[in-house]
């Protein structure tokens, strides 16, 4: 694509905005309620967030990740805890969460520190996982090199044979992360350009929301 088309893609925003007279006192309540709206809206993939972490020299990285819990305290994904964004995390817990609802012309990002989900609660989400996804689990020593997908291929179909005719054990390497939000900013696409940008924080995990709007 030349240059000058990429400088004309450009859409007009025009839905309603967010109601600022009934804002929730904490974030929880407004964000179900816009992941409500995206699955609604047919958007692929609506738990999907786009996750940051640093390394120790603070250079960031970005990755997806499925969201597959959420409650008052935080939201939860799942992985190989001897991943890149593991390690990571293990040295420093801040984390950048963002779910990008394009098509809705919203977004929403969490900033916090991210806790390990306890053992019994990974277990038991490793379990209601597709028997595939199980076994994947164990092949895959995610984010380190591979020689070939033969390799990976061939590890999978050893993993099946190991474990066949019995239930696939949970891998202490892979579990899950709780995102704990000190800040959450909801964005709504509005007319020209004058967007809606509510953002709600607090200095700790245990202290109150206070909740503001922000220029666009
Ligand atoms: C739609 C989508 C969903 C994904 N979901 C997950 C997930 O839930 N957990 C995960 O570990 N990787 C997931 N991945 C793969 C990650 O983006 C990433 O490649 C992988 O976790 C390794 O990242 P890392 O090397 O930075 O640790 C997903 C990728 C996409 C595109």
Redesign the pocket.
């Known amino acids: 694509m030349l240059q000058k088309e990429i400088e004309t893609l450009r859409n007009d925003y025009s839905n309603e905005g967010i109601n600022f007279e009934s804002l929730p006192d904490e974030p929880h309540p407004l964000f179900s309620t816009w992941l409500d709206q995206a699955v609604s809206a047919g958007i692929p ?1 609506p738990n ?1 967030m786009i996750v940051a ?1 640093n390394d120790t020299k603070s250079e960031p ?1 970005l ?4 969201m ?1 819990s959420l409650d008052q305290s935080g939201l939860c ?4 805890y001897t ?4 390690i990571q995390l293990n040295q420093n817990p801040a984390i950048s969460c963002l779910f990008p609802w394009l098509a809705l012309h919203r977004q929403v990002s969490f900033q916090g520190k991210v806790r390990i989900v306890s053992a019994e609660q990974s277990k038991a989400y490793f379990h209601s996982r597709p028997r595939a996804s199980q076994i994947g689990a164990w092949a895959s020593r ?2 380190e090199p591979l020689t070939s997908r033969d390799e990976l291929e061939k590890r999978f179909q050893k993993l099946e044979k190991r474990f066949e005719g019995r239930e696939v054990p949970y891998p202490e390497f892979w579990g899950g992360f709780q995102v704990l939000p000190t800040r959450v900013e909801f964005w709504q696409g509005r007319n020209s350009r004058l967007h809606d940008r509510v953002v709600y924080s607090r200095p700790s995990q245990d202290q109150d929301w206070d909740v503001r709007l922000l220029n666009p």
């Open positions: 993939e999907a972490t990285s990755r997806t990740v499925l597959k994904f799942y992985t190989n991943s890149r964004k593991s995610q984010s």
